[in-house]
């Protein structure tokens, strides 16, 4: 159950993610300040392992051990991963989930990439929108989406729609958003009826598209549904999610008195 008066973060990157430096130590310490719950979620791409800097299953005992020391001197925190899905690679996905699931407190699902290529990199957005088209982007990244819901291994779904993050700079993006509007709903209806939370991550704020994944119209739509979702700053870096903490008070704020506010696995059931 979550704690009354404690705000909740559960989508913060460490060092143990590519993209990040920061000590899970540091976070503990600045939440505990904050009176802010954190949820570690660093990044797992089974597809990427054999790149540098990529978490490694051989990096999962030291992931562990530190979180114990850091979990025992600051108890409001959790440890999960942000596990890729990909449909080619079902199989192995489906067998690191049920090898490590017990470890974790509990374990998000995320879309990043499509071919290879990260929607969450302007770059790469880009090369994609070349290769398919800003509407044929959109498409597959939702579809990707919608097979790790159904894929029933994870607790919660990050960032619904993240693949809108650099969408909003393109001519066509007007007969896009009606795409998006349709699917991001459809994804939140999803996800109640398998049991799936819903992340509100508050890092579209930060980018182009300026507004949370999912935006507050949808958000307030699906809480009226029944969906379920916990708050998510997706910092990389401490002052960040210092800086979220007032964003993720309200937030959690917010769905508790709509009670719709849901903590995953381990951390809803202890
Ligand atoms: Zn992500
Ligand atoms: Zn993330």
Request: charge should be negative.
């Amino acid at each position: 159950m979550p704690s009354p008066g404690l705000a909740y973060d559960l989508h913060v990157h460490t060092r143990y993610s590519p993209d990040s430096t920061a000590e899970l130590e540091a976070y503990a310490s600045a939440g505990q300040q904050h009176g802010c719950h954190v949820g570690f979620l660093d990044h797992f791409e089974l597809a990427f392992t054999d790149r540098p800097g990529y978490l490694r299953e051989d990096r999962l005992p030291a992931l562990l051990e530190e979180f114990d020391q850091v979990h025992s001197v600051h108890p409001n925190t959790s440890l999960s991963l942000e596990v890729d899905y990909y449909t080619e690679l079902a199989a192995a996905v489906a067998e690191f989930c049920d090898q490590y699931h017990n470890d974790f407190d509990y374990l998000i699902g995320a879309i990043h990439t499509i071919d290879e290529l990260a929607v969450t990199v302007p770059a790469e957005f880009s090369a994609l929108v070349k290769r398919f088209g800003l509407l044929g982007t959109i498409k597959r990244y939702f579809d990707q989406v919608e097979a790790a819901i159904r894929a029933n291994l994870f607790e919660g779904i990050a960032h619904l729609d993240g693949v809108m993050r650099y969408a909003t700079v393109y001519p066509n993006i007007r007969q896009a958003e009606a795409f998006w509007q349709v699917r991001t709903r459809e994804l939140g209806h999803l996800c109640r009826q398998q049991g799936l939370l819903v992340e509100v991550n508050l890092g579209g704020l930060r980018q182009p598209w300026g507004r949370t994944h999912p935006t507050s119209e949808i958000l307030d739509e699906l809480v009226a549904a029944g969906v379920h979702f916990y708050p998510a700053s997706d910092s990389h870096n401490v002052v960040t999610f210092v800086e979220a903490v007032p964003l993720c008070r309200k937030m959690t704020d917010y769905l508790s008195g709509k009670g719709a506010l849901r903590l995953p696995g381990k951390l809803g059931s202890g």
